[in-house]
T-cell receptor, first 114, second 115 residues
Framework: GDSVTQMEGPVTLSEEAFLTINCTYT??????LFWYVQYPGEGLQLLLK?????DKGSNKGFEATYRKETTSFHLEKGSVQVSDSAVYFC?????????????FGTGTRLQVTL | DAEITQSPRHKITETGRQVTLACHQT?????MFWYRQDLGHGLRLIHY???????NKGEVSDGYSVSRSNTEDLPLTLESAASSQTSVYFC??????????????FGEGSRLTVL
């Protein structure tokens, strides 16, 4: 079945460090890919998405490129801030119209310190 | 502003009791979902609905039920609560299909403890 694998956390970085959170997927078709973020005590919110191969999603300084050849969608940010501390979820959906459900990875916790 | 709200935000109950978690959205979205979040498992889909009177089982539906009598609400019922159902529950909604497929709006979560 479809699945998403994320790197284990927690990831601890100093402020202004470079961030990479790895995400790879397995899917039978051609999925759309997403990164969601969950700040402490809140629900998830969409961070960025890419709907086809070689697309780059970006938002709030975060970027991820849909790499079909490596089935990956790694999340990157050039300079993290303390306010980026959160749990990040990679997810996929197969574009089969309304009969579509998100499959989430297990999440990666990011802790940014001063 | 449109929103999605869950209640209660925190609940403690005893094994064997029936519990209902409410979810109400004002986005007028057709799709609604219930997930549970557990350490090491991420989010797992419990039940989902694509419209009024439509309900479907997700990957961890045993012991849970939902009903969809209107567009705005999808209550989640635990028929007989078990300790294994201690978790944080998230409701989400989305538009049906189209370019926004996969863009879910989440509630703030309901933390349930079953003693």
């Amino acid at each position: 079945g479809d699945s998403v694998t994320q790197m284990e956390g927690p990831v601890t970085l100093s402020e202004e460090a470079f961030l990479t959170i790895n995400c790879t997927y397995t899917a039978t078709g051609y999925p759309s890919l997403f990164w969601y973020v969950q700040y402490p005590g809140e629900g998830l919110q969409l961070l960025l998405k890419a709907t086809k191969a070689d697309d780059k999603g970006s938002n709030k300084g975060f970027e991820a490129t849909y790499r079909k050849e490596t089935t990956s969608f790694h999340l990157e940010k050039g300079s993290v801030q303390v306010s980026d501390s959160a749990v990040y979820f990679c997810a996929l959906i197969l574009n089969t119209g309304t009969a579509s459900k998100l499959t989430f990875g297990t999440g990666t916790r990011l802790q940014v310190t001063l | 502003d449109a929103e999605i709200t869950q209640s209660p935000r925190h609940k403690i109950t005893e094994t064997g009791r029936q519990v209902t978690l409410a979810c109400h959205q004002t986005w007028n979205h057709n799709n609604m979902f219930w997930y549970r979040q557990d350490l090491g498992h991420g989010l797992r889909l419990i039940h989902y609905s694509y419209g009024v009177q439509d309900t479907n089982k997700g990957e961890v539906s045993d012991g849970y039920s939902v009903s969809r009598s209107n567009t705005e609400d999808l209550p989640l019922t635990l028929e007989s609560a078990a300790s294994s159902q201690t978790s944080v529950y998230f409701c989400a909604s989305s538009e049906g299909g189209g370019p926004n497929t996969g863009e879910l709006f989440f509630g703030e979560g309901s933390r349930l403890t079953v003693l």
